[in-house]
């Protein structure tokens, strides 16, 4: 039984994770999150809730189950949709167009508020005014230097990021690079 409640634990992990909810939260008035992303993904959250909510820890899955089915609920009664974004992924051109490489995770960048501005992450990296990827070290280590190296107004950080994800490269090769590398060996 422990293997099969593991593998189901796994299964409800990687469904909250893929799950577009992850990156962008409605808030309601009383300024509780809730665990839907956008009207094109209703459905999908829907289904999710519904395969999820079992599998999870019975506070976390009443908090979750409340805040998904409060919003739900206020998109059943057409009321309009409250937005707080705290996070955006940037993905490289052809990103969804190819299951090639299989690593290709690693050339997403997010955009995240982190308190004291918005950063622009990759990995455990962080873009900084110069254009260059520094380690982002611990919150207690961060400095008035570090966060004015490092932390942008929300529209400079997604700018920066459209503007950098196309040229990350790993292993020396950009994304394009990489697919066609690939490409040419298989």
């Known amino acids: 039984m ?7 634990v796994a299964q409800a ?14 808030v309601d008035e009383d300024g509780n999150h809730d ?6 993904y209703e459905a999908e959250a829907r289904a999710v809730l ?21 919003a739900l609920e206020r998109i059943d009664r057409g009321e309009p949709r409250r937005l707080a974004v705290s996070e955006y992924t940037v993905y490289p051109t052809g990103y969804h167009a190819t299951e090639i490489p299989s690593d290709k ?15 622009v992450c990759w990995m455990s990296d962080v873009l900084n005014r110069s254009g260059e990827w520094e380690w ?21 950080a997604k700018r920066l990021a459209v503007e950098a994800v196309d040229k990350l490269a790993i292993n020396g090769r950009t994304f394009a690079e990489a697919v066609r590398w690939v490409r040419e060996r298989t």
């Open 2 to 8: 422990t293997g099969q409640w593991e593998h189901l």
């Open 13 to 26: 992990a990687e469904a909250i994770k893929t799950t577009p909810w992850k990156r962008t939260d409605f």
């Open 35 to 40: 665990y839907m992303a956008s009207e094109d």
């Open 50 to 70: 519904a395969t999820v909510g079992p599998l999870i820890a019975e506070d976390t899955r009443e908090r979750m189950v409340a805040a998904a089915g409060a």
């Open 105 to 119: 995770y690693h050339f997403v960048i997010t955009v995240k508020d982190r308190g004291k501005g918005w950063a």
């Open 136 to 156: 982002e070290m611990q919150p207690s280590s961060r400095d008035d230097d570090f966060f004015s190296r490092c932390r942008f107004t929300e529209e400079e």
